[in-house]
């Protein structure tokens, strides 16, 4: 399938209060009831009937067990071809590049309690456009403590080098090698149920430090980029229903960038505040809806507060075995790669289908759309960024070994309000990858 790069969301120009992030592990945190109370809200069981997620037993690796450990060692050649690699209308030059993906999976067989450690990297090369050559990795070790079967603690810790992909709001050194930065992360949740409700508290730091670029023989410190984040979320769910359940949650998140500011601070702190429900009885719809409220609140007065409506969506609709369709959408708030704006606010909304057309291949088109609102100083002109993405994929698992993904994808960037036209652009990649697994 096609690198996560080309995402438009968190993770290149980092983001705050992700209103799916928010809801943390989404029907997860709302347990089955108790026969004794007559009936059943979500179960989380559910997820794994859905297309993308069902077992396939004659086709799935086992790893190696060595003790009380499974190893899960794979690894993966990506052929990609694409016809606007720098996404501009003004200087378009196509190329292909082949990337090699070695990953790494270690996880405890424990019939209580869980450690595992999750490691994985690509290397990329373009035939012609070699300064777009990009090395990315990440390694995660995370845990979960069962205190009780009521309470459950868990936590990780990780760090990763990522790429600001070309085409995005992070990607604003045209000439210069693609913008690298590392993420150093971890956090950690208590969850607690008690009959039919459960609740959990969470919390999470994040580190972002960006690397510098040279650009014409100069140097570019991109030090004004980094910064570090720390959230903390209480979540509350309770069974209503066979198979529904509502929820509230609040989030608060404060952002701090590192290096003295140049012009005004770009620091900020603000919450998110959700409730809605959560389905999930059967296959035939999943998910959950939430509608509230959010507020950012930046350090300098010359930045306006954020404020409106804040909602998620995260429904699974499976008219048949066959057949699940994914509807995603939500406002959130990102951290801006430009100095003199403090922030982004982000509308995404997808739609996804997974049919499995045979046993061992799934078909996957889907769409998405995203406007970028750039939160620019009381008085200054208004900048606007919207993405378009429309994409078919298919993944073929020709034995328990080895899978076969292909997705060719059609994208579009449109923008007002910048000083950079060549950014609006059109782009047709496709993707083709081969993934042995032990």
């Not at 959230?231 to 590192?258: H, K, Q």
Request: aromatic share 8%; hydrophobic share 40%.
């Amino acid at each position: 399938m096609a690198s996560n790069q080309q995402s438009h969301a968190r993770g290149r120009s980092g983001g705050i209060t992700h209103p799916r992030a928010l809801t943390a592990c989404l029907l997860g945190l709302v347990a089955p009831l108790a026969e004794a109370h007559g009936q059943t809200t979500v179960d989380p069981r559910m997820e794994r009937d859905t297309v993308g997620a069902r077992a396939r037993p004659e086709v799935e690796t086992a790893g190696a067990r060595v003790g009380a450990l499974l190893i899960s060692p794979s690894f993966g050649i990506e052929a990609d071809a694409n016809d606007n690699v720098y996404a501009r209308s003004d200087v378009k030059r196509g190329d292909v590049a082949v990337a090699f993906q070695p990953a790494l999976a270690v996880r405890t067989q424990w019939s209580r309690h869980a450690l595992g450690l999750a490691a994985d990297g690509s290397i990329k090369r373009y035939a012609k456009r070699t300064t777009e050559n990009v090395e990315t990795y990440a390694v995660k070790l995370d845990g979960r403590l069962d205190i009780s079967g009521d309470t459950r603690i868990s936590g990780d810790v990780g760090t990763a080098r990522r790429i600001e992909a070309r085409g995005t709001t992070g990607d604003t050194l045209f000439g210069a090698t693609p913008i690298a930065f590392t993420v150093l992360s971890g956090g950690g949740e208590i969850e607690q149920t008690f009959a039919r409700a459960r609740f959990t508290l969470a919390g999470r730091y994040e580190r972002f430090r960006y690397q510098d670029r040279t650009l014409g023989g100069t140097v570019i410190d991109l030090s004004q980029r980094d910064y570090e984040a720390l959230t903390g979320s209480l979540r509350a769910a309770i069974g209503i229903g066979p198979g529904v359940a509502a929820f509230a949650s609040l989030a608060y998140n404060r952002n701090r960038y590192l290096a003295p500011p140049i012009g005004p601070s770009r620091n900020s702190h603000g919450f998110t505040a959700l409730t809605g429900l959560a389905f999930g009885l059967n296959r035939l719809l999943q998910g959950e809806i939430g509608l509230g409220w959010v507020r950012q609140d930046f350090t300098a007065p010359v930045f306006p507060r954020i404020s409106g409506l804040a909602y998620s969506a995260q429904l699974k609709w499976s008219p048949t075995r066959l057949t699940t369709v994914r509807l995603s959408g939500g406002r959130t708030f990102q951290r801006s790669p430009i100095i003199a704006i403090a922030g982004i606010q982000q509308h995404d909304v997808a739609l996804t289908v997974e049919h499995e057309l045979l046993r061992t291949l799934i078909l996957r088109p889907a769409l998405r759309y995203m406007v970028a609102d750039f939160q620019v100083p009381t008085g200054a002109a208004r900048r606007q960024e919207r993405y378009f993405t429309g994409s078919f994929g298919v993944s073929w698992r020709i034995t328990e070994h080895f899978e076969i993904t292909g997705e060719y994808a059609h994208s579009t960037g449109r923008n007002s309000g910048a000083v950079d036209p060549g950014r609006a652009y059109d782009r047709n990649r496709a993707v083709l990858s081969l993934r042995w697994r032990l």
